[in-house]
């Protein structure tokens, strides 16, 4: 498949946060700054691209700088890893204001409906490093024992191809996936019922199996626009997630989710 790499200028205008020169000046003096564009580059020569970008939106201007920030890698289209009917992604996040250190997952990008996910690796969900000095090393090392996982989570994506849910089930797993997006009291603060989000913008989303469900659940959440009612009676419509901790919570949430249902569906089956 092909991909649009983005070019520095293009990072810029997406998430400037990565082109910070230096920290929050809130920062102690123990905060080893490394600007993430220097994360990008290293990352670039090891043939990962940057293909995505954004950052967490501020009114101060003093934050626009420093602000969380997220870019998604892909590998040259020869090299890159299918998991599915998706290819493995690095997902690199950040901020300069001490509200996170540097955050390395392995996500994967849909090829159908062209929408990234985060997927959690082992036990652990990704490696974290703190900002020092041999940032750029660790995040190397972490991405190459991210890819060595990824064998792991295709084998997650078949066994949730293989599992068909019922009507009764897959409304269930988008309660619980309302539950993740609005809190236990869904039904009052969600502006849409469990069935819109198991709606398919695509002939192809059409099947029954979890992993379709969960697709479908997962692109309505974070793209929003869909149309429902607010607590008060009015038309309205989801919004898309836009804050890149909201994006990564969500996402790695609602793939714990279908673990989940996948280990339940698969009890239910040798039962």
Known sequence: ???????????????????????????????????????????????????????????????????RHMVRFRQDPDRQIQVGDSVAELVLCNSH???????????????????????????????????????????????????????????????????????????????????????EDWVNTSPVPPDRLLHARRREDLETDLWHVFNRTQENLLKGGLRGRSAKGRHTQTRPIRSVTEDVRLNRALWQLTEHFAALKGDSIAA
């Open 1 to 67: 498949m092909t991909m649009q790499i983005l070019s520095q200028d293009q990072l810029y205008r997406q998430a400037p946060a990565i082109f910070a020169d230096m920290p929050d000046s809130n920062v102690s003096d123990r905060y080893g700054f490394v600007p993430t564009i220097d994360v990008v580059n290293a990352l670039q020569a090891e043939g990962w691209h940057p293909v995505r970008a954004q950052q967490t939106q501020s009114r101060l201007p003093e934050r626009r700088s420093v602000a």
């Open 97 to 183: 204001d001490r509200t996170s250190a540097y955050q390395l997952d392995l996500g994967l990008f849909r090829l159908v409906c062209s929408n990234g996910m985060v997927t959690p690796v082992g036990d652990v969900g990704g490696i974290r490093v703190r900002h020092g000095r041999h940032v750029v090393d660790e995040i190397l090392e972490g991405s190459i024992a991210l890819i060595d996982e990824a064998p792991e989570i295709a084998s997650a994506v078949d066994r949730f191809r293989s599992l068909r849910l019922s009507p009764d089930e897959a409304k269930l797993f988008a309660q619980s996936a309302l539950t993740l997006r609005y809190g």
